[in-house]
T-cell receptor, first 110, second 115 residues
Framework: LAKTTQPISMDSYEGQEVNITCSHNNIATNDYITWYQQFPSQGPRFIIQGYKTKVTNEVASLFIPADRKSSTLSLPRVSLSDTAVYYCLVGDQAGTALIFGKGTTLSVSS | EPEVTQTPSHQVTQMGQEVILRCVPISNHLYFYWYRQILGQKVEFLVSFYNNEISEKSEIFDDQFSVERPDGSNFTLKIRSTKLEDSAMYFC?????????????FGDGTRLSIL
């Protein structure tokens, strides 16, 4: 089970690009990297998933270097509504169960 | 976009009573899950369910808890003899496949308050 490390909190201003890096030194060959977002009083929401290089969707980009020991979630031009907790999950997580850490609390100000 | 829906949004119950939390997963999904989040703490896995059977459960999911898919659309979590420490947000999730790391779709939860 790959352990992940991500910053506890980050602050940003509206319109800025935010990059949240997650370290996962013990990632296994078959492990995917998945990011979830959680707003207060709501369930986690899947944002993006990748295995290597770069993945982009309408919400975010995920950058994964060749060694896959870290990954960076990039949120372009954040707004106040991007204030949330962002979780990096790696690996088979003991089967299909998702094992959440404390995540990164992103605060966006005007 | 299809959603996972949960009812009720807030449930208040006296300690020792039984509660049933209800979920309607996304219609073509086959794998179902329950998680809980105590206020200010991490989201914790409780149980996963596939083909009318529990496929995985955590240490939290003891004999006090049970899950059921009573019909083709609902998925329920029953908590017997509730305790104060059962107060938490309970999230239902579903996925179309069951491989490790498969993205799961969460509902907005039921806030359970035990008095």
């Amino acid at each position: 089970l790959a352990k992940t490390t991500q910053p506890i909190s980050m602050d940003s201003y509206e319109g800025q690009e935010v990059n949240i890096t997650c370290s996962h030194n013990n990632i296994a060959t078959n492990d995917y990297i998945t990011w979830y977002q959680q707003f207060p009083s709501q369930g986690p929401r899947f944002i993006i998933q990748g295995y290597k290089t770069k993945v982009t969707n309408e919400v975010a980009s995920l950058f994964i270097p060749a060694d896959r020991k870290s990954s960076t979630l990039s949120l372009p031009r954040v707004s106040l509504s991007d204030t949330a907790v962002y979780y990096c999950l790696v690996g088979d997580q003991a089967g299909t169960a998702l094992i959440f850490g404390k995540g990164t609390t992103l605060s966006v100000s005007s | 976009e299809p959603e996972v829906t949960q009812t009720p949004s807030h449930q208040v119950t006296q300690m020792g009573q039984e509660v049933i939390l209800r979920c309607v997963p996304i219609s073509n999904h086959l794998y179902f899950y329950w998680y809980r989040q105590i206020l200010g703490q991490k989201v914790e896995f409780l149980v996963s369910f596939y083909n009318n059977e529990i496929s995985e459960k955590s240490e939290i999911f003891d004999d006090q808890f049970s899950v059921e898919r009573p019909d083709g659309s609902n998925f329920t979590l029953k908590i017997r003899s509730t305790k104060l420490e059962d107060s938490a947000m309970y999230f239902c999730a579903s996925s179309d496949y069951g491989f490790p790391g498969q993205p799961q779709h969460f509902g907005d939860g039921t806030r359970l308050s035990i008095l």
